[in-house]
């Protein structure tokens, strides 16, 4: 696991140049990469998917895919961009295979072969420990946006990313973003944005045990075991 000193000695180096190391063979170095865009891959997941655990299963899903194709990864964009992509298609993914799920669940009974097993809706201590009143108002309302408005309002607003690089992630125009955005925040607007805009940062937090998980499962399936830096 790597020390609050570690990743101190790591925070001026670029992520271009981390991916050059790990590439190299320094593959401990990728831990790094995790723990820099863990938060923004989660919310790119949760806007996507709207459920804690699929986002992060997303989120793992992703890094391995990344690391996997790191050598394809050209520099075209920031790598960010690029993680962030990776992230949002295999949110993509996880929906339509979810849809595939809900279908198979309308077929009678008796002419399925197997019963789909239920995912607790429990929430985890983290999520008890986050949500303030204005924070879970917040993200209840950012849920019922429709889905192109929603992801574009949580890379924007909340992860305030800028718009360029928006519409790079999710391959539509820069003038389609400011749209989205602008619907977006008028549907918050009737309802609590202008009481909540300012805690709108708050919302969809990654807590610190979470990604240590995350990076401990990703090291697992990349077969580098949990040993980290």
């Known amino acids: 696991m790597a020390s609050a000193a570690q990743i101190t000695r790591f925070r001026d180096i670029g992520d271009e140049s981390l991916v050059k190391r790990v590439l190299e063979g320094d593959t401990a170095l990728f831990e790094i990469l995790m723990r820099r865009h863990n938060q923004r891959l989660y919310r790119i997941a949760r806007a996507v998917l709207r459920d804690d655990a699929e986002a992060e299963d997303v989120m793992q899903d992703a890094y391995v895919r990344a690391y996997e194709h790191l050598s394809q990864f050209e520099g075209r964009s920031r790598f960010s961009t690029w993680l962030s992509r990776i992230a949002f298609h295999e949110a993509l993914a996880r929906v339509r295979r979810r849809k595939r799920v809900q279908q198979l669940e309308a077929i009678p009974e008796n002419e399925r072969d197997t019963m789909p097993s ?9 999520q ?14 950012v849920n019922a946006l429709p889905d192109n408005y929603r992801t574009v309002f949580v890379l924007r607003d909340v992860e305030e990313i800028d718009a360029a690089e928006v519409a790079e992630i999710l391959n539509i125009t820069p003038d389609n973003v400011k749209m989205r955005l602008f619907r977006a925040r008028a549907f918050l607007r009737k309802r609590l944005y202008l009481r909540a805009g ?4 708050e919302a969809f937090l990654f807590h610190a045990s979470r990604c240590d998980r995350v990076v ?5 399936k990349l077969g580098f075991g949990t040993k980290m830096i």
């Open 216 to 220: 401990n499962t990703v090291f697992e």
């Open 128 to 141: 008890e420990a986050s949500n303030s009143e204005v924070q879970r108002l917040l993200e209840e309302e």
């Open 118 to 126: 239920l995912r607790s809706t429990a929430m985890s201590p983290e």
């Open 198 to 201: 300012a805690q709108s940062q």
